[in-house]
């Protein structure tokens, strides 16, 4: 294993720290190894370990909809379930355990 001696110094958004390091310190990362590994990973993948893209379509947002806007999404759900445009939540959660290796 190589010597850790280089630094790296960056300034990111107060908020935004303190939640990745409440999420690490849960899982018993420190930062500092977690930064280490994304470097891994961009070397690996050769570029970001994920995909940046501005997304076309953003979920929507319970909380900031109208008692009528909350009422259209859940009739378009079902519209979709019953049009069989739907799948079981098992599968819907083996999917995502899949796409997300957990």
């Known amino acids: 294993m190589a010597a850790k001696s280089a630094n790296l ?3 990111i958004e ?4 303190e939640q990745a390091e409440s999420i690490l ?6 930062a500092s190894n977690a930064i280490n ?3 891994k990973q961009i070397i690996l993948n050769r570029g970001l370990p994920f995909e940046v ?19 259209a999404e859940l009739e378009k759900g079902y519209a979709d ?19 997300y290796g957990i």
């Open 25 to 30: 310190s849960a899982l018993g990362i420190p």
């Open 9 to 11: 110094y960056a300034r």
């Open 53 to 71: 893209k501005i997304p076309t379509a953003r979920p929507a947002d319970v909380s900031e909809l109208s008692e009528a806007e909350l009422n």
């Open 37 to 39: 590994m994304f470097y």
């Open 81 to 99: 379930m019953t049009a069989g445009r739907a799948k079981p939540a098992r599968q819907a959660f083996a999917d995502i355990r899949k796409d």
């Open 14 to 17: 107060p908020d935004v720290k």
